[in-house]
């Protein structure tokens, strides 16, 4: 039972290049978020999906876009990234957005230069 | 919006002390207070919550106590073991509101460090 995987584990990004972090879960989860992490910032919400088909923004969503592609895999763009995109970025499921029990997967540290 | 402030940033006890971390939050709605524990290099795990209706919770060594009026909570560890050393984060929310109000807000977290 892998819970929650995340792609890649690192990238290192120049400024104004985009990309695509990947995010699968397999516990038929139906609410999936993206956080990032930053020293002395704790966790803070950037998009999330209650449910298959839904998307809403957090609190840090400029910047990025999301995709809820099935019940599974929730991925987070970025478009053009800065160097302010610099930070540890998780994707965590739940089984119901109101449950608030989250599973968290690895991370992936992204560096913009 | 909810803001939960938690305390201290870095804590340092000694094999077998206890430890004690502490956040306060803002909205009086919120009803429902996790604890995540990240061990480096891995994601967050919850380790213990409490719902708004109960004072105190305890699972093992790890306690969690509430004081609704005052608008805070702590996250107690007895006995502390090396592999207790990890960063620890409160969070709180309104458990039951659908729609964006019952997201979970989380503090700035504990590197907490249990020295042999």
């Known amino acids: 039972n892998a819970g929650v995987t995340q792609t890649p584990k690192f990238q290192v990004l120049k400024t104004g290049q985009s990309m695509t972090l990947q995010c699968a879960q397999d516990?038929?989860?139906?609410?999936m978020y993206w956080y990032r992490q930053d020293p002395g910032m704790g966790l803070r919400l950037i998009y999330y999906?209650?449910?298959?088909?839904?998307?809403d923004k957090g609190e840090v969503p400029n910047g990025y876009n999301v995709s809820r592609l099935n019940k599974r895999e929730f991925s987070l763009r970025l478009e053009s990234a800065a160097p302010s995109q610099t930070s540890v970025y998780f994707c965590?499921?739940?089984?119901?957005?109101?449950?608030?029990?989250?599973?968290f997967g690895a991370g992936s540290r992204l560096t913009v230069l | 919006g909810e803001n939960v402030e938690q305390h201290p940033s870095t804590l340092s006890v000694q094999e077998g002390d206890s430890a004690v971390i502490k956040c306060t939050y803002s909205?009086?709605?919120?009803?429902?207070f996790p604890w995540y524990k990240q061990e480096l290099g891995k994601g967050p795990q919850l380790i213990i919550d409490?719902?708004?209706?109960?004072g105190e919770k305890k699972d093992q060594r790890i306690a969690v106590t509430l004081n609704k009026t005052a608008k805070h909570f702590s996250l107690h560890i007895t006995e502390t073991q090396p592999e207790d050393s990890a960063v620890y984060f409160c969070?709180?929310?309104?458990?039951?509101?659908?729609?964006?109000?019952?997201?979970?807000?989380f503090g700035t977290g504990t590197q907490l460090k249990v020295e042999l």
């Open positions: 965590a499921s739940s089984e119901l957005h109101g449950a608030n029990v989250l599973t």
């Open positions: 516990m038929n989860h139906n609410s």
């Open positions: 999906s209650a449910s298959e088909g839904t998307t």
């Open positions: 909205d009086s709605a919120s009803n429902y």
């Open positions: 409490i719902r708004s209706n109960v």
């Open positions: 969070a709180a929310s309104i458990r039951g509101r659908t729609g964006g109000g019952n997201k979970l807000t």
